[in-house]
């Protein structure tokens, strides 16, 4: 049973709907920036959703006064424009899904709320910590877009979201449901801006993907969503197939790839294998590409190891966006879509020279009327915990 993408959905730092990002592409405008959200003695460029809690909820038609995290908002803001783009409002006779994902919950909220607490136990809003779950972004994205069914949560890291997108096809290519809105969402926040910090993997200037001078990452934040539909119902339009998944643990370390790319191989050679295609038929790999000295090498081991002498074009979109982390998988996933569908390929901003183990030279041009018939789309998360998604016209 084939796999329909009929809707996708996004807001990033490049943009608050999908054609904001297709322009932002075209135009080589990147989102990064000072930290504008939280006050921080952090200088390093992040890559901020242009728009406030307040401008949100309008946005949403939500009161002012409530008290939601900036996680569960621009879920609810990415997971609206797929659910209306598949054209969904009113359907009542499809078993529909929602798979959404998140490292980050409510953070943002509860941040708030320690302050006061550790002064004062009798102190604090308890509102600000009522969202902190991984799970409450997904309730409220269900009650939005007036879904009663299956619901589920998933935190695997900066793999979350390709995570969920497969999970969903599982279900539908199992026949249990007939579409599902699958993707991920996190907002910026001091915990994990200290705690990259202290991982020592922030890149002090915007990053430079596979470059040979990479430093690290650039956190971001936003959200991405697909609403996958079964062949077998009814739809209006059709996007692609999403064709293969695979997802593979090389169990090394728990922040760092193996230098082989193990783990990266088999996700990609397994979403190869699940389509029934052969490395050659390969026209785009929207790479993870964090920038940091670490998963650039070992992504560009396992892209070498996979595709021999014929390397597909490649690049990744993280300097346009920053690491989103858990909604990654969902943003890029969205990119991958709009670079089948309108036969684009991204350029991979800041880079100059190859990492001089493989030698591996990205798009660095934004190119428009190319031949795709197949894209890959990678995810690699903390643990080992990494998976790729093919998607086919």
């Not at 996004?10 to 297709?22: E, F, K, R, W, Y």
């Not at 405008?29 to 406030?52: D, I, M, Q």
């Not at 708030?112 to 409220?140: C, K, M, V, W």
């Not at 470059?211 to 991405?224: I, K, P, T, Y």
Request: charged share 15%; with cysteine.
């Amino acid at each position: 049973m084939k796999v329909l993408v009929t809707g996708i959905g996004c807001v990033s730092a490049i943009g608050t709907n999908v054609n904001d990002h297709l322009l932002s592409f075209q135009e080589k405008r990147s989102g990064l920036g000072p930290v504008t959200l939280f006050p921080t003695n952090h200088t390093e460029p992040v890559a901020e959703v242009k728009l406030s809690n307040t401008v949100l909820k309008n946005k949403l038609g939500l009161p002012e006064q409530a008290v939601i995290s900036r996680t569960a908002l621009l879920g609810m803001l990415a997971a609206r424009e797929a659910f209306e783009d598949a054209d969904l409002s009113g359907v009542t006779n499809l078993r529909i899904g929602l798979i959404s994902s998140n490292s980050t919950g409510g953070m943002d909220l509860s941040e708030h709320f320690y302050p006061e607490f550790r002064q004062d136990p009798t102190r604090g809003n308890l509102h600000d910590i009522a969202s902190h779950d991984p799970g409450d972004s997904t309730e409220r994205i269900a009650r939005l877009l007036g879904l009663n069914g299956f619901r589920t949560t998933i935190s695997t890291a900066c793999s979350s979201a390709t995570n969920a997108i497969m999970l969903g096809a599982r279900l539908i290519r199992q026949g249990i449901l007939d579409i599902v809105i699958a993707g991920g969402t996190d907002a910026l926040c001091k915990f994990t801006l200290n705690g990259f910090g202290s991982l020592l993997i922030l890149d002090k200037t915007p990053c430079r993907p596979f470059d040979a001078s990479r430093a690290g990452l650039n956190l971001g934040e936003g959200a991405g969503y697909l609403v996958l539909q079964s062949e077998k119902t009814s739809y209006r339009k059709t996007y692609c197939t999403l064709a293969g998944y695979a997802n593979a643990n090389d169990a090394f370390h728990q922040t760092a790839s193996s230098s082989d790319g193990n783990g990266a191989y088999l996700a990609m050679k397994g979403a190869l294998e699940k389509a029934g295609l052969s490395p050659d038929s390969i026209d785009y790999i929207n790479a993870h590409g964090t920038g940091t000295p670490n998963n650039d090498a070992s992504e560009s081991a396992a892209i070498q190891r996979l595709f021999g002498n014929r390397i597909p074009p490649f690049s990744s979109t993280k300097a346009f966006t920053g690491h989103t982390l858990g909604a990654a998988g969902g943003v890029e996933a969205v990119f991958s879509v709009l670079a089948l569908h309108h036969g684009i390929l991204y350029p991979n901003l800041n880079f100059n020279q190859p990492i001089a183990e493989t030698g591996l030279i990205p798009v660095t041009e934004y190119q428009t009327g190319v031949s795709i018939r197949s894209v890959l789309s990678n995810s690699f998360g903390f643990g080992g915990n990494n998976t790729s998604l093919l998607f086919r016209k």
